[in-house]
Every structure is written in C-alpha cells, then in structure tokens.
C-alpha cells in the first residue's frame, strides 16, 4: 500500500512524541464527538427540568445539571459542535482572506505590499476585546458576528505567514524556472509559491485553534458570543460561575474540555512545526 | 433611545443638540479630538460625571494589574527559562510543556479556577474586589490571584525566550573566556550570560502589554475589580459611548507608553541597539 503509506507514517512521526500523541488523541476525539455529539448526548442539551436543578454527578446525569436543570454532559458534548464551527469556519475565512493578500503582498507590486503590511499593522494594534466588544453590542451577538470578529483579527496572521513564506521561495530556482518557461503570475502563486508554503499554514492553522476556542468561550463568557439556547463552553461557564460558591460542579466540568482541547492542540502544533519546519523549532 | 419611551419631541431635540449628534460626522469627529487635545473626554451619558474622573479611578487598579502580572512573568518566566537551559534534560522537557501549557490555557479560565480553588476552597485569597482603599497589605492581598491569572500565559513565552537565548548566549567566546578562568558556573550565568539573554524578552513585554490589558477585562470582571477593563465592558454593554470612547483612547495611549517604554529599557541594556534611536 505505497499511497497510504505517507500519511501513516506522518501520523507515527506525531505519535513518536508522547505530547505529539496526547495532541493527536485530543485533536481526533474532540472532531468526533463534535460532528457526533447530537447522537451521543443522553439528553437534549436544551430540554429544562427546573425540578433537577443544580444537583451533583449522578447516574442519570453523569456531569450534573445546571441551573435550570438542563443536563451538563449533554451541553459540554453539544458545546464542543460550536467551539469546532466556529474554529473551523473563521479560520478558513481569515486563510481565504489573508493567503491571497500574502501572496500579493510577497510577490506583486511593491507598493501593494508596503501598503497591506501598514493596513495589518493597524489591524494588530487595536485592542482586540476592547474592539470586538463593541462590534458585538453594534451588530448584534451571533455565531456570524463571532466569527467574522475572530476572523478579521486573525487575517493579518495569515497575511503575514504567506507573505514571508513568498518572500523567501519567490527567489529559489524552481520559481525562476517557472518564470523563465513563461508562467503567468496567477500560475506561479497558486500552482507554485502556494502548496509550498501549505506546511508552514498547517502549523499555524492547529496553533490557531486553540486561540480561537478559547476566544469563542471568553466572548461567550461574557454574555456577547454565543447566545442560548445554543450551548458553548463559555456559556457554561458563565451559568457556573453565578454558582460557583455553592456547586462548583458545573464550571470544573466545563472547563476540563476547555483545558483539555487547548493544550492538546497547542502540543500538536508544536508536534508539526518540529517535524515540518526543523529549522524555526526552538 | 437614552431618554426613554416616554420622551417629548422637545426633550429628543434638546439631548440631541447637547450631545452634538445634529452637527456633520466630521464636525464631531473634531470636536471629539479637539476636546482630547486639552484633556477633557467627554462626559459620562447617564450620570454626568465627567469620563476624565471615571478613567481616573479606574486607571490605577489595571495598572497595579497588569505590572503585576508582568512581574510573575518576568520572575517566575525568567526563573523557568534558566531551569530548562540547565543540563538536565528531563527539566528541560518538563518546563517546555508546562510553558506550552501556560500559553494554551484560556486567561479566563485560569481566572475562574484560581478563584475556585484559592478563594472558594481554600480561603486564601479574597474572591471580589480590590481590597480595602488605602490598606496597602490588603489590597496586595487582593491582587494576587488576578494578576497570576493574567501574567500565567506571558510566564510561558518568556520562558521560552529566555531559554532559546540562553542557549545561544551560552554558546557564546566569553562565556567561554569566563569558563577558561574558571569562573564558578552561577557567576557565568547570572553576571555574564543573563543580562544579555533577557533583551529578546523585554521587547517581547511590550508588544505583549495590549494582550495583558485584554486579558485584564477578564480578570476584572472574574473577581469583580474595579479597572478599565470592566469600566469598558459596562460602557459598552449599557450603550454609554463617551465612557466607552474615553477609556478606549487612555488604554491606547497606554499601550503607546509601555512600547516606548520598552524601547527605553533596550537601549539601556543593550548597548548596540541604541545607534538606532
């Protein structure tokens, strides 16, 4: 099986490393229980049974229930379907935007480049909470709001990534080559200078990750992310926190996952740049 | 919209000239930065005080905040970055992960377990607020958790930093010299190859101090302390924009100061950057 052998063998490379490996099992399961998570919830995450308000760990409901006695399991295992839509959707949005503004800004006209790195600039310096506070309350909270907020602030980072990887392979022989046989500039960027700087984006994509599931949740926290009855672990843990003296229960449990999901993808990233970019890895 | 469903044309009129909402956008954009030029910020929409005041008494708590939590990170960071350059390996492995932990973790969520565990659990620490005004023990006291929670994460950059560039100062003729002379090895490390280790670090700080003035926001609104941070988050949500616009400039010209700042703090330690003042 030569074609399957490649993949494999690059997942081996993360697993050699027990925090490659802690990554890649956080990074697998938190996919699968977010694209599974409304058949593996025991109970729907927003059916209220004021009744069980608040009670501890059980057996009928494993993590507890909150304050209007909505199951915790099942809105952690729903919550974790809005912290991978918003992930995956924002970033994919700041990546469509901001690696065709890289490559641009790497490797067309000058002034075009000098001018983005200014505008991104501006963009880096704004204080980000501060700033998408006031978008939310202007636009309206919402997933789209969310989002597009998460991703106008992580354009930049993209912008930045391509436009160096650009800089530094717009040089090397093979893009000369393309030149010299008549290449346009579209084929160039994107049938040559683009799939190889994709290594260098799969490194920053899972860094990214992690940021974005934890702003996702602090924005949420704060009331202006995510609305009810939608569950996202940040709403979670405001609900717990109004609690947090007398049942404590709901805000550990729905910040493990949180905890859990960070650090996993932060250490698969890490994983990936040591063995993708060996010579940038600390 | 501020006065009320029970309001008069008239009244409507009257608090829309006050405000200055019938002149050009143009004409209040200058006015805005006219008025900032002589210091006056506006005043607050629903209680009249001036924005000036209000930004006043809530500058000194974000600031003592976030100097704090720099200060973890510079301690605890630059303590655990020359831990990892040291010759065991196994610590080496272990602070990188910790470091890595560090960064990943949401402040928020530290900011909530620190309560959890030290003040609800343990009682250590008081859960709200910022003290008693004029106590100096106990709002230190009061200060602790928040500012660990904010300065966790910059814990685990500058470890990092510190400890590449240690690596890489290590390597360096005189250090070489200074072993040659048979120097002991703390005297190397702390005389000769540390000052020069921490320069990547410090300018790391203040490029750093905007995200430690967010992370601030949450920190404030966990263990209900007075500050910017909250001062905006209340602005913003009660729609109260001269507050909110007020305190956003501050914290801007904040951010401006902790960059020149750094820069300063460089040219101090470095002497082959200061060509380029």
Request: hydrophobic share 55%; proline share 6%.
């Amino acid at each position: 099986m030569p074609r399957f052998s490649a993949p494999l063998r690059f997942l081996q490379r993360i697993a050699a490393d027990p925090a490659g490996l802690f990554g890649l099992v956080v990074a697998v399961l938190f996919t699968i229980v977010a694209l599974l998570s409304n058949e593996i919830s025991p109970y729907d995450p927003a059916h209220i049974a004021v009744i069980h308000r608040l009670e501890g760990p059980s057996r009928a409901h494993l993590l507890g229930t909150d304050q209007l006695g909505r199951d915790t399991l099942s809105r952690i295992l729903v919550g974790s379907r809005t912290a991978l839509g918003v992930s995956v959707v924002s970033i994919l949005l700041a990546a469509t935007i901001g690696a065709p503004l890289g490559l641009l800004a790497g490797y067309g006209p000058r002034w075009f480049g000098t001018v983005l790195l200014l505008l991104l600039d501006i963009v880096n310096s704004l204080p980000m909470i501060m700033f998408a506070l006031a978008l939310l309350v202007l636009v309206g909270p919402g997933f789209w709001t969310v989002v597009g907020v998460i991703a106008f602030f992580s354009v930049p980072g993209y912008a930045r990534l391509i436009r160096a990887q650009t800089l530094s392979l717009g040089q090397s022989g093979f893009i000369l080559a393309a030149r010299a046989m008549g290449a346009g500039l579209g084929r160039i960027l994107f049938v040559h200078l683009l799939p190889n700087a994709m290594g260098a984006l799969l490194v920053v994509v899972t860094m990214d990750i992690p940021s974005v599931i934890g702003l996702e949740a602090g924005l949420s926290f704060l009331g202006i992310g995510i609305q009810p009855p939608t569950p996202s672990w940040g709403s979670i843990l405001n609900d717990g926190f109004s609690f947090i003296r007398n049942t404590p229960d709901l805000v550990i449990f729905a910040g493990l996952p949180l905890v859990a999901t960070t650090i996993g993808f932060t250490f698969l990233g890490e994983r990936l740049r040591q063995i993708l970019q060996p010579k940038a890895a600390p | 919209m501020a006065l009320g469903p029970r309001a008069t044309q008239a009244m409507r009129e009257a608090y829309i000239h006050r405000m200055g909402l019938d002149r050009s956008l143009f004409e209040q954009l200058w006015r805005f930065f006219a008025r900032l030029a002589v210091g006056d910020l506006g005043t607050d929409i629903w209680s009249g005080r001036s924005v000036a005041t209000l930004v006043g008494a809530a500058l000194p708590y974000t600031v003592a905040l976030a100097v704090t939590g720099l200060g973890w990170a510079v301690l605890l960071g630059i303590g655990f970055g020359c831990l990892a350059a040291g010759p065991r390996r196994w610590l080496d492995r272990g602070v990188a992960l910790v470091s890595i932990a560090f960064i990943a973790v949401p402040p928020f969520l530290v900011a909530i377990y620190c309560l959890l565990v030290f003040s609800v659990w343990l009682h250590w620490f008081p859960a709200i607020g910022a003290g008693e005004p004029g106590d100096l023990a106990s709002e230190a006291h009061a200060l602790v958790l928040p500012s660990l929670a904010v300065g966790l994460g910059w814990i685990g950059y500058i470890a990092r930093l510190v400890r590449a560039s240690l690596l890489e100062v290590l390597q360096e003729k005189h250090i070489e010299t200074a072993r040659a002379f048979g120097l002991p090895e703390r005297v190397i490390l702390f005389r000769y190859a540390l000052p020069i280790a921490v320069i990547p670090a410090i300018s790391v700080i203040g490029v750093g101090f905007g995200a430690l003035l967010s992370g601030s926001v949450f920190a404030e609104i966990v263990f209900a302390r007075p500050g910017i941070g909250r001062l905006v988050y209340q602005a913003i949500l009660e729609r109260n924009y001269p507050v909110a616009s007020g305190a956003i400039v501050v914290t801007a010209a904040l951010y401006a100061g902790a960059m020149l700042l750094t820069d300063l703090a460089i040219a101090v330690l470095d002497p082959r950057s200061r060509a380029a003042l």
